[in-house]
């Protein structure tokens, strides 16, 4: 499918060949998970009139211009348009994001990183089939439905994961449900509502006698989740992702989603996805190291820079649900807690380990966290997720 | 000056103008431009707080020689404050005043455009000469889905109908930019309408060539240290970078001060123009600074 560029030249027919490359790009785009997309080619081909097309970096920069949609397709779009032209991207006038973007500690390795692990959560569904069915036989006396809802999440059978997904789903999607927010109420101040004053004063012959105002209703504060997708927690996580799709699809609320182990990345708008099926499959697309260590304290510090500034001035409830098991600094966790506490109106830990009796938070990374933590609660079954109810 | 009109034919044409109106655009960010305003479609501009995101739009605006007309974005933002609004303590003024004339009135009177608050949006449509204009629409991200749904339908076709007045179509389509900070993701129907062009942190002789073109005053030695100091310090593990527009603020004050190079006492009492952050300026004023200082005075 190589082109090269500098063979197109100006004739009716090479003209041709341009345009059915320009389409083939643009399928190999979709194919790589650009939204791409008729549009896009035709900008595309009205961009190409405008440059000159036999500068190499010009006619980059154009088709990067219609096709890329957002930051995260810069890099993949570089490396497509080089293999697909076949000739070195332009040499870039800005330093790559490394230089500024990278952190000690969180090896960057290129754009190829999309995709690596792309069955890790089938894997991980697979993996933990049968060999736990033993565990947890200590139930008699109560239903199969009953028990199944105090199964610690992690001694699951194949078949019980599947209906706990089911019922976790169904979970999430009653625990969301709040009435549609109206953008503008009637209120007793606020600004006054020209409209019905008008329509009132028809009754005392067009004089006006009484004002009425209204007001923009204000919305619930946002949810804000951070679940740990690290080598300890792939289980519980990947088991609660059901619930996670449920919340993120919470009617009039803004709802944002993050999946941390030594990186960090937004899953809201996958999550937000209709079919559940299709959007936890593509969470582990997206996800980039699943199964990874824990290094909650850069992560936290990533989101901040990177997203936080619009979400945390609105005091979100914070939920994490992460084991505290640590590798990074616990001085940054600690700051980066204290800061993420400070901004929101409420930080919610859900911690697994809390379903032992035994479990004393321990760890450093958990008690570098604990003292800004308002509720530490476990999420180890079905029931203590439902007992999270008016808590979020 | 109406020559200034004419526009930009070729990207260096376009790079150039820039040039001329202190602002220093890379090759990519003028083919965006260059293609926005040839192609019509509106460019949407992402990158890190202070890169110049609005100022691009502001030297377009210099640049085409026509108006700049600004949409600020804030939540809960809807169509009576970004389109148009009627003016009901005026058309009731009006009412009352032919009451006491004894006059009579038509209703259609009541709505005549001299009644109309014009907002930004139609301002941006209503344009009767063909100057370019330039409509930025600023931080996009911080209003909800809704307005930009009514945003889009807008930059679809350039027209909006008010149902009293009947339809306002724009006579040429305004150069259209929007930025955003990221604070959350647009929808994709909008960003597939959009140009896009990411602007990055400049690299130091982007940057420095920044500074001597916004701020003349700096001495050259001044110049480079400071910018260099700034690049050095985004290296540093912070909450928030400091972006080009404080490195200008920074060299600024410290031309206010009469320094005409770096020097130490100074660097710390004037962190604060760089770092907005308590946490950051607590870690870089402890000391971390002495290192980024060490390393630039070395050179």
New interface residues.
Partial sequence: MAVDVDSVPDSGEAAGALLHNLTLFTRLLRAAGF?A?S??LL?GV??L???DINNR??FY??L???F????EE?DPFRLLFDHFWRVPH?AH???P?D??GA??GLDQDGPTRQGESESAVVGVRLGRSDEASGAGGGWAGYSPAERLRRRDFSALTRAEREAVARLLQRLGERQTRLRPRR?RRRARRGD?D?GRT?ALSRRTG?E?TTWLYSR?KERPQPLLIFADISGSMALYTDTLLPWLWALARWPGR?V?VFLFATRIS?V??ILQTREADIALAQVSHQVEDWAGGTRLGQAL?TF????????MS?RPVTLIISDGWDRGDPALLG?AVT?LRRSSTRLVWLNPLLGDPAYAPLTRGMAAARPFIDDFLAAHNLESIEALIGKL | MPNESVLPATIDDLQRALLQHAYIADRGLATSLFLALKLGRPLLLEGEPGVGKTEAAKAMAAVLGGELIRLQCYEGIDASQALYAWDYPRQLMHLRYLEAQGEAFSETELYASRFLLKRPLLQALEGEDETPRVLLIDEIDRSDDEFEAFLLEILADFQITIPELGVVRAQTRPLVILTSNRTRALHDALTRRCLYCWIDYPDFDAELAIVQARAPRAAELLARQATGFVQALRAEELYKRPGVAETLDWVQALVALDQTALEEEWIQATLGVLLKDQADLAHISDGAWQGLWAGIRSR
């Fill in positions: 939204t997309g549009d896009d900008a009205d961009a009139k405008f440059i970096c010009d920069f154009a990067r211009a219609a890329v949609t957002r930051r810069l332009p006038p800005l330093p994001r230089a500024q952190m000690p953008r006054v020209w008008m067009g006006v923009t803004r944002e937004r809201t708008t510090m901040e820079r990177e997203w936080g500034g619009g979400l609105k700051r800061r």
